[in-house]
Nanobody, 125 residues
């Protein structure tokens, strides 16, 4: 599966952005999709994941709970990350990633087999 992340940009603190992760390839609905981010000088970290069963049941890193929502549209082979109430500390390159089926280790970078190219989100104060 190939992934293409988009939707990043510059936004003021308190604003919103919606990231998209478009996938090509077969059996998209069977993949767990995760969003990760990497800020300046930091390691890549987990943001959110949605299971292969789809819908809006998401799993989130604590700092984004209540602000970010992950969802998927299997008919469009796309996963979305709606980001509200953005903060300067959310500034990072955001990556989407895919792993086959679901697993309890969804928050770990090493659990994913396929990665998109990343999209830059900059939140100004």
């Amino acid at each position: 599966v190939q992934l293409q992340a988009s939707g990043g940009g510059l936004v003021q603190a308190g604003g919103s952005l919606r990231l998209s992760c478009a996938a090509s390839g077969r059996s998209f609905s069977r993949y767990t999709i995760g969003w990760f981010r990497q800020g300046p000088g930091k390691e890549r970290e987990f943001v959110a994941a949605v299971s292969s069963s789809g819908g809006t049941t998401g799993y989130y890193e604590d700092s984004v709970k209540g602000r970010f929502t992950i969802s998927r549209d299997n008919a469009k082979n796309t996963v979305y990350l709606q980001m509200n109430s953005l903060k300067p500390e959310d500034t990072a390159v955001y990556y989407c990633a895919a792993r086959w089926l679901w697993g309890t280790r969804y928050m770990y970078v090493g659990e994913y087999d396929y990665w998109g190219q990343g999209t830059l989100v900059t939140v100004s104060s």
